[in-house]
């Protein structure tokens, strides 16, 4: 077993995790559109994404070091790691259906 010390928060870091990102990111792609590679609606949504993804990851990953220090933890934390992956794997497919500027056919 590791000890990985004391629980930390998830939500906590969830924050500080979506916050970097947010930063990290924003600056990016600010530069981006600054130079024309990249349109403001486009920033926009990469900016949200990379900022939702921070946060995910970064909360996925501290589940994951709470779980390893407990007795039995390790099935825990591959769920947690889980959950991590498809929010980010989510987080994608909703990105991708703001930026598709293509019409939609709702058949019933």
Not at 68 to 94: D, H, N, Q, R
Request: charged share 20%.
């Amino acid at each position: 077993m590791i000890n990985t010390g004391m629980p930390r928060s998830v939500l906590g870091h969830w924050v500080s995790g979506s916050i970097a990102s947010l930063i990290v990111s924003g600056a990016i792609n600010y530069k981006r559109v600054e130079e024309g590679k990249m349109s403001t609606k486009e920033a926009g949504v990469d900016t949200l994404k990379k900022t939702l993804q921070g946060g995910a990851v970064t909360a996925s990953a501290i589940a994951v070091a709470n779980h390893i220090g407990t007795p039995a933890g390790y099935f825990k934390a591959l769920a947690s790691l889980s959950v991590g992956a498809a929010c980010v794997y989510a987080i994608e497919k909703g990105a991708d259906l703001l930026l598709d500027d293509s019409p939609k056919l709702i058949t019933e």
